[in-house]
């Protein structure tokens, strides 16, 4: 790499990162791509591709247990999990195939691997080396936050960088944090045979969920047999050649586990930037940015995990989008956190966007409910736990927010967030003809209600 100047240089080569470089590059722009660690970020190496292929393989496991509630008899259910993580890892490495250094190469991507930090607002030091970037895109990610409790330090306990190499699916686990990473790995794990213990300080799982949702997810729980500890929080933990976890309360319950995961937030990669000295404006939160994705420095942007909540790949990849459009195009381009979907991978999955009921005024609102149990798709797949929840604006059915719990919770809701962006209202999709039977079936059974309520109820009067 002899010329040291560029249109566009990327700090991180994770989801928002190779947004931005590879977009650049296709549309002609001199790129380098900075990567002090592995590329394809935590999504690809830690999150979401192989947390989902372990969840993959155990609703196979699930689904073989129950399998004499679909009417076949296994005659031996004896489980032999040990391909699992070589699984995983295959996975993981055909993704990664797609976003190391040669295939970036191939695509115009310069690549150079190593630590980046300022020296001033258009130049960054790297492996000793002085680089300059008419533009400046920083997109290093998060980390886990490890919480300060007693003697964890010295164990050697898991987070989702290390869960993932494991050679062996554990007999015991203790789980501290009740939001989605947490559930989600509880409940695979449990499938596969692990006896799963979650300690949250929170009164529920899912806490930013509707109560609906948490209380589902509760009761799946209790009945995969995952022991849950609300309100207690871990106060030492010691390790000899198990875990031994000291619960809170005036009678202190003590566990003990084979192996130990803590999942009790993130926050931003911000440590080795000394950004201070490319004069860019932060906090322990994040990088600054408004709607465009720009920093308070002109040319300096972020993306991403950097910038803060919610932590999402979809979010990270939603802004680099936003900025890429912004580095290439006279105009300018915003991002929408209004309506940002997310989604938990556990069974049955919990998505939502937009506003929660308790959030908004109740003499303002309508909220349609469909339980699964009165959807026939879901009633010949057996699983009719979940429902739909849709919170719009009284009159006019515009749609505020939305929450599906089911298998496949994620790809439903994208129906409403579709409806969202486009600004149709609930009533609207009443028109909309789906095919039968499918899960989907439930908005148009909410839609179903608007009318019935609304319009025919003024027939009535």
């Known amino acids: 790499m002899k010329d040291l100047t560029f249109d566009i240089v990327v700090v991180g080569a994770g989801s928002a990162g190779l947004v931005v470089a590879i977009g650049g590059a296709k549309a002609g722009k001199k790129v ?19 947390s989902k292929s372990l969840i993959a393989s155990s609703h196979v496991a699930h689904l073989i247990k129950r399998s004499e509630s679909y009417g076949i008899k296994i005659h031996s259910r004896e489980m032999d999990p040990s391909g699992i993580f070589e699984r995983l890892h295959t996975i993981v490495n055909h993704v990664k195939s797609h976003e190391d250094p040669a295939a970036l190469e191939k695509l115009g991507v310069a690549t150079e691997n190593g630590s980046a930090s300022f020296i001033d607002k258009k130049t960054l030091l790297v492996n000793g080396k002085k680089i300059s970037g008419k533009h400046i895109v920083l997109a290093t990610g998060s980390c886990p936050i490890i919480p300060p409790i007693p003697g964890l330090e010295k164990a050697p306990f898991l ?46 799982l899912l806490i930013r969920e509707e109560p609906e949702a948490q209380e589902i997810l509760k009761n799946t729980f209790a009945a995969e047999g995952i022991t849950v500890h609300f309100n207690k929080t871990a106060e030492k933990i010691s390790y000899t050649d198990h875990f031994t976890v000291t619960l809170s309360g005036e009678k202190p319950e003590v566990l003990e586990s084979e192996a130990l995961f803590v999942g009790t937030g993130r926050r931003p990669n911000l440590d080795t930037l000394q ?108 699983r009719t736990e979940g429902l739909l929840k849709i919170v719009t604006k009284k009159w006019s059915s515009k749609i505020l ?49 608007y009318l019935t309520q609304t319009l025919l109820g003024a027939f009535r009067k």
């Open 275 to 382: 950004l201070e000295k490319g004069g860019v404006r932060f906090s322990e939160k994040g990088v600054e940015v408004d709607r465009h994705g720009r920093t308070n420095i002109k040319n300096i942007w972020a993306v991403g995990d950097i910038t803060g909540p919610p932590f999402f790949t979809h979010n990270a990849e939603h802004q680099a989008r936003t900025v890429l459009k912004n580095l290439l195009l006279p105009f300018s381009f915003k991002t929408h956190p209004s309506l940002m979907p997310r989604c938990t991978y556990t069974d049955p999955e919990v998505a939502s966007i937009g506003l929660k009921e308790e959030e908004c005024s109740p003499k303002k609102i309508a909220v349609y409910s469909i339980p699964f149990c009165e959807v026939d798709r879901c009633i010949t797949c057996g």
């Open 159 to 204: 987070t989702n960088e290390t869960i993932f190499s494991l050679k062996h699916i554990p007999q015991s686990m203790v789980f501290i944090g009740g939001g989605p990473i947490c559930c989600e790995l509880a409940q695979a794990f449990n499938r596969l045979g692990t006896k799963v213990t979650i300690v949250t300080n929170a009164p529920n």
């Open 32 to 50: 380098l791509l900075i990567e002090k660690g592995e590329y394809g970020g935590d999504c690809t190496n830690f999150g979401c591709i192989p």
């Open 401 to 449: 927010g939305a929450t599906v719990v089911g298998p496949r919770a994620g790809e439903m809701l994208m129906e409403i967030a579709t409806a969202m962006y486009a600004g149709l209202p609930l009533r609207k999709l009443t028109g909309l003809i789906h095919p039968y039977p499918i899960e989907n079936g439930a908005i148009r059974k909410a839609a179903d209600l």
